[in-house]
Nanobody, 127 residues
């Protein structure tokens, strides 16, 4: 199982970016997929997650109303639409996935709740 993320870049404040992450390797099923970010000198932070079967979404408070996580079931892709970006959103963004049966009990808000990780993609928001 591999995750491939794309879509990062440089944008001015209040601008938008869309990140996408595709899971490959013919997973038997997907439990949940999520996005985390890590700024220099800081710990990896939960941003958003999505339960694959029911589509329930979760967000960190700082991005609610600005970011939207969605999925394309046919393409096994999860996307993160980021609007009204702020300089404090600057970080390396990582997508992650957890598969059943492990995902049944794993915590979608914690890095420990994900077994598979994609490479990071840099998002830089200038003021």
């Amino acid at each position: 199982v591999q995750l491939q993320a794309c879509g990062g870049g440089l944008v001015q404040a209040v601008g938008s970016l869309r990140l996408s992450c595709t899971i490959s390797g013919r997973p038997f099923g997907i439990g949940h997929m999520g996005w985390f970010r890590q700024a220099p000198g800081k710990e990896r932070e939960f941003v958003a997650a999505l339960r694959w079967s029911g589509g329930q979404a979760y967000y960190v408070d700082s991005v609610k109303g600005r970011f939207t996580i969605s999925r394309d079931i046919a393409k096994t892709t999860v996307s993160l639409q980021m609007n009204s970006l702020k300089p404090e959103d600057t970080a390396v963004y990582y997508c992650a996935a957890d598969l059943p049966p492990r995902s049944i009990t794993s915590n979608v808000h914690s890095p420990d709740g994900y077994e598979y990780w994609g490479q990071g993609t840099q998002v830089t928001v200038s003021s």
